[in-house]
């Protein structure tokens, strides 16, 4: 886990990016917003909706160079002077990037955020915010000897749409990114992350984790079930093997796991071919040793299914040795599940 403490704000700018596709347009601020009154709302937009387990550099092919975002960047880290240009030219490059009719309009906004501490090194950052979903509050004034009411619609500062927060570390690999999108998860609105700012995920040990993990209930649940026959008892007990497997080793060695986990020759077989196409097809690099992330493991496990649901009647949990649960029918056709224990409580 990344220790990540974000510094003091000195520049804020906002404009208005459109939809390109609706012919929406922008509108440039020609000035820095004061932030005098708004500092604390903002620091806590920005610290209450970042994660730092997976983290990104900036990409491109055929050469980083070529980044658009990366050089406005590069160039604002490199000359504060350029703040207010350099934001203007990501609004342009946004609403060249805004053209699916799906993609919502909405202020844009670019924060300058001096002297953070990411692990044991100070830098500066830059913190893009789109804000495309207004909440609507209720606002109470006096009037007279009473109080009025009204609405009003603003951003909810516990609630970011979209985010990328950009640490001045390892320029020349594309620095350092953690990024947010909570509004738009379908194929055809991952522009924010892909086509506005190429995004890759940098190769550590939750990536390294949260992959592999996620490769074995993909196996276990869609292919397993096509090579074998296998019941879902079964399949939840390997499920529980794998997170056990992780939760009970600092180091990942994928031929040790896949003994322990699968043991079958066949069943390890499978898994290897499995394993091998769902990192071609999905261009991941993943190393067949790693240290083991125990956060990602906790973010995996919340998602591993160990319930067995019978009709509506019943959700058998099933966390340990599969062998105490035996399936049966009986003779008139009716399913039933045998269950062995030692103590009630």
Same mark, same amino acid.
């Given at each position: 886990?990344?220790?990540?403490?974000?510094?003091?704000?000195?520049?804020?700018?906002?404009?208005?990016?459109?939809?390109?596709?609706?012919?929406?347009?922008?509108?440039?601020?020609?000035?820095?917003?004061?932030?005098?009154?708004?500092?604390?709302?903002?620091?806590?937009?920005?610290?209450?909706?970042?994660?730092?387990?997976?983290?990104?550099?900036?990409?491109?092919?055929?050469?980083?160079?070529?980044?658009?975002?990366?050089?406005?960047?590069?160039?604002?880290?490199?000359?504060?002077?350029?703040?207010?240009?350099?934001?203007?030219?990501?609004?342009?490059?946004?609403? &060249? =990037?805004?053209?699916?009719?799906?993609?919502?309009?909405? %202020?844009?906004?670019? @924060?300058?955020?001096?002297?953070? !501490?990411? +692990?044991?090194?100070?830098?500066?950052?830059?913190?893009?915010?789109?804000?495309?979903?207004?909440?609507?509050?209720?606002?109470?004034?006096?009037?007279?000897?009473?109080?009025?009411?009204?609405?009003?619609?603003?951003?909810?500062?516990?609630?970011? &749409? =979209?985010?990328?927060?950009?640490?001045?570390?390892?320029? %020349?690999?594309?620095? @350092?990114?953690?990024?947010?999108? !909570?509004? +738009?998860?379908?194929?055809?609105?991952?522009?924010?992350?892909?086509?506005?700012?190429?995004?890759?995920?940098?190769?550590?040990?939750?990536?390294?984790?949260?992959?592999?993990?996620?490769?074995?209930?993909?196996?276990?649940?869609?292919?397993?079930?096509?090579?074998?026959?296998?019941?879902?008892?079964?399949?939840?007990?390997?499920?529980?093997?794998?997170?056990?497997?992780?939760?009970?080793?600092?180091?990942?060695?994928?031929?040790?796991?896949?003994?322990?986990?699968?043991?079958?020759?066949?069943?390890?077989?499978?898994?290897?071919?499995?394993?091998?196409?769902?990192?071609?097809?999905?261009?991941?690099?993943?190393?067949?040793?790693?240290?083991?992330?125990?956060?990602?493991?906790?973010?995996?496990?919340?998602?591993?299914?160990?319930?067995?649901?019978?009709?509506?009647?019943?959700?058998?949990?099933?966390?340990?040795?599969?062998?105490?649960?035996?399936?049966?029918?009986?003779?008139?056709?009716?399913?039933?599940?045998?269950?062995?224990?030692?103590?009630?409580?």
């Amino acid at each position: 886990m990344q220790n990540i403490q974000l510094g003091a704000i000195s520049k804020l700018i906002i404009h208005n990016v459109g939809n390109k596709a609706n012919d929406e347009g922008t509108h440039f601020a020609d000035s820095m917003t004061d932030f005098v009154n708004i500092e604390e709302e903002v620091g806590q937009l920005i610290a209450n909706n970042f994660k730092f387990d997976e983290l990104f550099n900036f990409h491109f092919v055929p050469t980083l160079d070529l980044n658009p975002v990366y050089q406005f960047v590069k160039t604002i880290f490199k000359e504060n002077s350029s703040f207010i240009d350099q934001s203007r030219n990501c609004a342009r490059y946004l609403y &060249d =990037k805004s053209s699916h009719p799906k993609i919502k309009g909405g %202020e844009f906004c670019m @924060v300058y955020i001096r002297n953070c !501490q990411v +692990n044991e090194v100070t830098a500066d950052a830059l913190a893009f915010i789109k804000s495309e979903n207004k909440e609507t509050i209720l606002k109470v004034t006096p009037s007279g000897n009473g109080f009025d009411m009204h609405t009003e619609k603003g951003i909810n500062i516990n609630k970011l &749409d =979209k985010g990328c927060l950009i640490f001045n570390i390892d320029p %020349e690999k594309g620095f @350092v990114a953690a990024i947010v999108d !909570q509004t +738009n998860r379908s194929a055809e609105a991952q522009y924010w992350r892909e086509e506005f700012f190429n995004l890759k995920v940098i190769n550590n040990e939750f990536h390294q984790t949260n992959e592999f993990l996620s490769i074995t209930k993909k196996f276990v649940t869609s292919q397993l079930p096509e090579d074998f026959e296998v019941t879902k008892t079964e399949q939840i007990g390997f499920l529980n093997r794998s997170v056990d497997y992780f939760k009970t080793h600092e180091t990942f060695d994928k031929q040790g796991f896949e003994q322990e986990v699968f043991a079958d020759g066949n069943v390890i077989e499978s898994f290897r071919k499995f394993d091998n196409s769902y990192r071609v097809d999905n261009e991941l690099e993943l190393a067949d040793s790693f240290e083991i992330s125990d956060r990602a493991v906790k973010k995996q496990a919340k998602v591993f299914k160990n319930v067995l649901k019978l009709d509506r009647n019943f959700d058998i949990y099933i966390k340990g040795n599969r062998k105490l649960i035996e399936q049966g029918i009986e003779l008139d056709g009716r399913k039933f599940y045998k269950i062995y224990y030692d103590v009630e409580s």
